[in-house]
């Protein structure tokens, strides 16, 4: 059986990006949703991650994004390990992911991925040039979703945007870390 729990950053941070790297190979860091993790940081009390046995075999990261100026989540990258893919465990690892973002009060979730895939946990195709990351991307991979906003409010349109630039979010980061640290 596996557990999802929320990221534990001096604990899980190696073993997750060792699973991005089995899971995506080193071009994962060309693709367009890099440049806006550049200058964001994950938010690991967002971020789900799955245990099987004690190993993590799943994670769905979590960053704080801005769509137009309007504050969303984006997801990703979500990553299973090779040995257990097939199953549902990308989308359960994601559905509770999302679940936290719904339960912090965040209104909006963005991922880039498999419309077919997504769609099974709510995410809609954006319409086509709404949502602009910086760098070609496919706009038919662009998804978004509702969290906590209303059915009946707009998805946000525009540029996205990363909430700060990469020293601040470095400072962010360590500043994130030597607080967990303090707390256990």
């Not at 994950?42 to 046995?53: A, F, K, V």
């Not at 707009?154 to 360590?174: K, Y």
């Amino acid at each position: 059986m596996i557990v999802y729990e929320r990221e534990i950053p001096d604990r899980d941070g190696r073993d997750i990006e060792r699973l991005f790297d089995a899971t995506f190979g080193p071009g994962h860091f060309a693709k367009t949703a890099e440049r806006v993790r550049e200058y964001s940081y994950s938010l690991p009390e967002i971020t789900r991650i799955g245990l099987y046995n004690g190993r993590l075999v799943a994670v769905c990261r979590v960053w704080p994004i801005y769509i137009g100026g309007t504050e969303a989540l984006f997801y990703g990258p979500i990553a299973v390990a090779p040995e257990h893919q097939g199953g549902r465990i990308g989308q359960d690892v994601t559905e509770a992911a999302l679940a936290a973002g719904k339960k912090a009060g965040h209104e909006f979730a963005c991922l880039i991925g498999a419309p077919a895939y997504f769609s099974r946990v709510g995410f809609e195709v954006a319409t086509a040039g709404s949502v602009r990351f910086p760098g070609p991307q496919d706009q038919k991979r662009v998804m978004l979703r509702r969290l906590a906003a209303s059915d009946d409010t707009p998805f946000p349109e525009g540029e996205v945007t990363a909430p700060l630039d990469a020293m601040r979010a470095e400072a962010t980061q360590r500043a994130y870390l030597q607080r967990a640290r303090q707390a256990e």
